[in-house]
């Protein structure tokens, strides 16, 4: 009796098993490789975000997301850091997915910023795509877009003013901050509030980087130049 007590008694501490590198790719092969034919796009676009809030974190994928989701909806756009980040050919995010969709075609797209012709080749050669101009915003606020949302907003009468104010944006980009006559982004703050203030528009966005992605993205459909231009710089 006393000796089945004591049986009773004893403990026997039970721990995790240790699974090697194999086992867990073994396991992952098998978690992954019926679905991820049905699951994965057919390509992925790495493009520039930032770490810096949660206002610009993936305000480049969102916009193409936008621009061309319809048209290539087989296609994801993923924000995955600074221009710097994306150029390493050793870039963790990259090797994870390339690693774990082996179907999915994958290729890098950057701003131009500064870069010269010899640098955009160089980044070519290994597989990374640079825009024409020098940021996104060079794009979605094109003067073709800018017409096209006054017409949207049937006030066709306010073309002239807004392209105007626009202008006028830049010019102090310039001579104020220094920045080069083609840098529309270190514009697009006070191209927004005086498109804003001339159109009189509401619910289009609290500040620039909502109004680009939600107002100015939508109106970059086909038929217009600068969807063109983009489509033809990315996927081309």
Request: one cysteine or more.
């Amino acid at each position: 009796m006393c000796r089945l007590l004591i049986l009773l008694l004893q403990t026997e501490n039970i721990c995790p098993a240790k699974i090697d590198k194999a086992i867990w790719n073994h396991f992952l092969d098998l978690a992954l490789a019926d679905f991820s034919e049905l699951i994965a796009p057919k390509q992925i676009v790495f493009c520039e975000g930032t770490d810096k809030g949660r206002k610009c974190k993936n305000f480049d994928a969102e916009v193409y997301e936008k621009i061309f989701g319809q048209k290539y909806n087989k296609t994801r756009f993923v924000s995955i850091g600074s221009c710097t980040e994306i150029e390493k050919i050793e870039n963790k995010s990259v090797k994870i997915v390339k690693a774990i969709l082996e179907s999915t075609e994958t290729l890098k797209f950057i701003d131009r910023d500064d870069r010269s012709d010899e640098q955009i080749k160089d980044l070519l050669s290994n597989g990374i795509k640079t825009s024409k101009r020098r940021n996104l915003e060079c794009y979605l606020l094109d003067d073709e877009l800018i017409k096209k949302l006054c017409s949207t907003l049937g006030k066709d009468n306010l073309i002239e003013e807004c392209l105007k104010a626009k202008k006028e944006a830049v010019e102090n980009s310039i001579e104020q901050r220094k920045n080069p006559r083609d840098d529309i982004k270190s514009a697009s703050g006070e191209i927004f509030n005086k498109l804003r203030k001339i159109l009189a528009f509401t619910q289009c966005g609290n500040n620039e980087s909502a109004f680009i992605r939600d107002t100015m993205a939508p109106l970059v459909t086909e038929d217009t130049n600068v969807y063109k231009e983009l489509e033809k710089e990315i996927f081309e």
